[in-house]
């Protein structure tokens, strides 16, 4: 399926997996699939204020069979999803394709022991395409060298980067998202127990789809400029960011990063407003999802 067609959910459909056997069914296709979108759903952070971490689904994009897997985790035993999944997320020859891998990453390490490897971040592709990160940081990651961190950016959110790209701009699923929203923000988990209701498979199964999609559209670029090595590098770093930050508190520490920054932002467009150029009004920065 084309990522302009219309639609926000694969053609195929969506299979719901529950138990350890069938992530172990799977485990071939994953295998057999060279590049599959990643996406995770639940509490994600080990170090949240309100406790109750714990990755509640993990959804796969496997394009071979334009198929949304939705792998409930709530209630399998970690070293199941470990046995089952660890060797295709741990593989540096199996890319994963992600919208912002810091969280999910950080998550797999501290729920099952897994290091997320061979990292496709699309919010690294559209950077590396639009020039949101200098073109030096690249430069230096094709060439083998790469920090241990990546310069602060404001990070483009997934719908944003699929109605950019791809041209998606679907009403119903705004609507979905904004059910959602609200229903996160809330702190309610809608895909801890089962049966998952169809607006949530939908929502999940979207995340993991629109991701593709974006990597789709993106991925010719960056192979045309000779960056897929860079974006891959960058996407490892990225991976690393929250579970390997030094001392701990990497989140945080990018939370604090990117408050000052949107400070930074609105005060130099407000002070543009005031003197006749552009108004403070256009939004700072986007979420990862928005």
Known sequence: AGCGDGGFAPKHGVRLLTRALDMQMVLPLLLANPVCALDLEGNLDPGGDGGGFGV???????PSVDLVLLIHTG???????????????????HLKVLCDCRADAEALHAAYGITLAGVVDVQISHAAISGDLPPEVFATAAAGGVAHQLPFFFPTGLSRLASKWCGIADTALAELKAQFGAVFNAGERPFAALPLSAAAAAYAASDAWHIWAVHAALWPAVTQRALEGAV?????VRAAEFREFPGGGG?????????AARAERAAAEAARGKSGGRGADKRAAQSRTE
Do not use: F, N, T
Request: glycine share 2%; net charge positive; proline share 2%.
């Open 75 to 93: 209630a399998l035993a970690a070293a199941a999803v470990q046995r089952a999944l660890g060797p295709w997320l741990s593989s540096r020859e």
């Open 232 to 236: 891959r590098r960058l996407s490892d």
């Open 56 to 62: 509640d689904l993990i959804q796969v994009y496997v």
């Open 251 to 259: 989140r945080e520490a990018w939370e604090e990063k990117y408050k």
